[in-house]
């Protein structure tokens, strides 16, 4: 066995709009060697409030992964200081300077990284000194893709000719691996996409555990079900009148994958995914990681959150500020022993029409999904031998085969189980059906000669569940907010419009009564954020069909288009949570913070009913607006009307809760300018945004449906999107 080595290497990347700083360095092999890195400066300026956190986070995740074999002793440490540029060495250890130690995957700050930017304020420049102490190092490291040195060798990690893995083999058990972070998010569907990257974008760091492989749950390449929501298929919309879709994260997302993906591939929408997570140095996501409990105080705040993977044998003991539960399944919440519910409340509880008359605990079903391919030549079908459900006319007489090429929402069931807990049972019987449907299309002989050439190219394991926990929150939105008109919220977060569906819960076990009900919303509605904060867990927050609904409110709330903006929005109040030192139970209650979140999720591109673009700091509001050109539908100046899309017609917002016309600027043709003249000259400008067309009224989304996707227009720019434009500032 080869001798025990101390080679290590420290990494870390620092980036400052388009300059990189790369440092990096390694120690030499002596057990007592302490090697101060390669140093950078950094204007104070330039430095977001998170910048040092995030480097912080990026020692911690380097530990995780390159070193952390010789940082399992108690007296390695990983050392950050920070110090005023008074010569260009590093003071002395007790000279003052400010020092934050970061040990093995635990972040521990002597000063809150706020503070510490608040004292180096009126500084012009920051210095960073990055020390790797390697002492009692005891474990072999092998190879690793760090760049090559300067001096000329193949870099810090020379290849260990007896080919030892940085680790040694790992025995029973689980590695504990201690998190620290703003924002700590469970579960990776539609609505932990959302709540993800709302936290991270808005500038904290965030910790995201999903149990599945892949981001997405329900829309995932596993289960393949398309994103709905308040454009209910494109059948709410009018162009110039109803523009429904969803905006901010789902809609960049869906553009995306549009021009990435032309073929519909369902694997690259999961790419896309964890592209944009990817894609933010303070967004640490964990997959195939499952949250498994979590720790509370006297007054129940959540303490921590342990979460494990199997795959790695790996625990994380995660410490936030700030816990959101996306799980779908409430699970976090159901672990901090918050106040839920599972199940159909009474009419006479919340005053319901279309409510039980008798409060119950069943919930609506899971599906199992599959796809199917006209293959040009006969392609007989037989069911294996141990699945033996068959099914006849008499059982389709509500569920007959519409399509053959993707089906079918209605192979679906939960009662007389639970969903949570009876969850493989529900799996397996579901799979059944699924192939019971498929032999009744193919060999009943009542489809006999539209399927004979058809065959399965595609079908889940994994059901998609529709419903399980919710948790009450602050506030729960029932069915009189949404129809005959819906409620005004002033702390309205999102919007809403998919008609209340309310689904049988014996499923495809119960043929003699239709799979569901539906009623018609007339209006887009919005969503108060309060229905995302827990009631009684003061730092705990939730999104999507978890949140706090009544099981008649649910029905439609719970599409994964509507879940996806319901995190967005609860992301980005996380995030103000945090750089606030609130807790989300008070910042729902204070109106000025509620009006910010509202303002930062409007920039963002989220549509908000009833509420409009007002922020103080926006320039554009106060110019003097003209066009060379302009239609009576689109004049110049509704460039800043304060809302972005028209939701005025038919379909669309009520008149009290929306602006009328279509908020835009259409010119008569091209080239065409359009000019803002302000009367004082402007002096510093942080950022230009501008919102163009991408016909929000269609019907736009992933789909593995052939009917869908010949619907759409898909793998090519909106044609009414801006192909190019250019931006010009003039002095007076």
């Not at 108690?74 to 003052?96: E, F, H, K, L, T």
């Not at 227009?713 to 801006?722: I, K, S």
Request: glycine share 8%.
């Amino acid at each position: 066995m080869a001798e025990p080595s101390h080679r290590l290497a420290l990494k870390c990347r620092l980036v400052k709009g388009d300059e990189d700083f790369n440092i990096r360095g390694w120690t030499k092999d002596h057990a007592e060697d302490i090697i101060s890195v390669r140093r950078c400066q950094l204007p104070v300026s330039s430095i977001p409030l998170y910048t040092l956190h995030q480097l912080l986070l990026t020692l911690q995740s380097l530990f995780a992964d390159d070193v952390k074999s010789s940082l399992r002793s108690g007296d390695d440490v990983a050392r950050v200081r920070v110090w005023i540029p008074n010569s260009s060495q590093p003071p002395a250890a007790d000279s003052g300077a400010h020092e934050l130690k970061v040990a093995y995957a635990l972040m521990e700050c002597d000063k809150d990284i706020q503070t510490v930017l608040q004292d180096l304020k009126d500084e012009e420049q920051l210095n960073i000194d990055l020390q790797l102490m390697t002492s009692n190092c005891r474990h072999p490291v092998g190879t690793h893709g760090v760049e090559g040195g300067d001096d000329g060798t193949d870099g810090p990690f020379p290849i260990d000719p007896q080919g030892q893995h940085v680790d040694p083999p790992i025995g029973g058990g689980m590695v504990d691996t201690p998190l620290v972070c703003d924002v700590f998010v469970a579960g990776g569907g539609s609505a932990g996409i959302g709540a993800a990257l709302g936290a991270a974008r808005s500038g904290v760091s965030v910790v995201c555990a999903h149990g599945r492989p892949v981001l997405g749950g329900n829309a995932s390449s596993e289960v393949k079900l398309h994103m709905v929501g308040a454009d209910c298929q494109g059948s709410r919309g009018k162009e110039l009148e109803v523009e429904a879709r969803e905006g901010g994260v789902l809609e960049e997302i869906r553009l995306d994958n549009s021009m990435c993906n032309p073929q519909f591939c369902a694997e690259m929408l999961d790419l896309t995914f964890l592209d944009k997570f990817r894609a933010l140095p303070n967004l640490n996501l964990l997959l195939n990681t499952w949250l498994v409990s979590c720790t509370t105080d006297a007054d129940g705040k959540i303490t921590g959150v342990v979460a494990e993977s199997q795959l790695t044998q790996r625990r994380y003991i995660i410490t936030a500020n700030v816990y959101i539960d996306t799980t779908g399944d409430g699970r976090l919440g159901a672990e901090a022993k918050c106040q839920w519910r599972q199940g159909r409340e009474a009419q006479s509880e919340f005053k319901e029409s279309l409510a039980m008359l008798k409060a119950d605990t069943a919930t609506e079903g899971s599906s199992l999904a599959f796809t199917a391919k006209d293959m040009g030549k006969p392609m007989p079908f037989k069911l294996p031998p141990t699945f033996n459900r068959r099914f006849t006319t008499e059982d389709c007489v509500h569920r007959r085969p519409s399509r053959l090429d993707y089906g079918f929402w209605w192979v679906e069931m939960s009662w007389p189980w639970d969903t949570v807990s009876d969850g493989g049972t529900i799996a397996s019987g579901l799979l059944e059906a699924m192939l019971g449907i498929w032999d009744y299309m193919k060999n009943s002989g009542e489809m006999a000669e539209e399927t004979s050439h058809w065959a399965l190219d595609w079908f889940g394991y994994l059901p998609c569940k529709r419903e399980a926990r919710r948790i009450k929150g602050v506030y729960t939105q029932t069915q009189n907010d949404i129809i005959p008109t819906p409620t005004s919220f002033s702390d309205a977060v999102c919007h809403s419009g998919w008609g209340i569906d309310l689904h049988n819960p014996q499923g495809i076990n119960d043929p003699a009564r239709p799979p569901y009900s539906s009623t018609y919303v007339p209006y887009i509605y919005g969503t108060p954020l309060r229905c995302f904060v827990s009631a009684d867990v003061s730092n705990m927050m939730m999104a999507g069909r978890l949140a706090s609904f009544t099981h008649v409110a649910y029905g439609s709330q719970r599409v994964m288009a509507t879940c996806n903006v319901h995190g967005q929005a609860t992301g980005t109040a996380a995030a103000y949570a945090v750089l606030h030192t609130m807790s989300p139970q008070d910042v729902c209650k204070n109106p000025d913070a509620v009006w910010s979140i509202q303002q930062q999720l409007l920039r963002d591109d989220q549509f908000i009913p009833g509420q409009v673009n007002q922020d103080p700091r926006d320039k554009a509001l106060t110019a003097s607006i003209t066009a060379t050109s302009e239609q009576d539908t689109g004049p110049a100046k509704a460039v800043i009307s304060g809302q972005t899309r028209a939701v005025f017609g038919k379909g669309g917002c009520m008149t009290s809760q929306c602006l009328p016309g279509t908020n835009r600027w259409i010119s008569d043709g091209l080239p065409a300018t359009l000019t803002l003249m302000f009367e004082e000259p402007i002096t510093s400008v942080g950022q230009v945004e501008l919102v163009f067309d991408t016909a929000m009224y269609r019907w736009f989304t992933f789909s593995v449906s052939r009917e869908d996707q010949a619907r759409m227009l898909w793998g090519q720019p909106m044609p009414e999107t801006v192909k190019d434009y250019t931006i010009e500032a003039f002095a007076a």
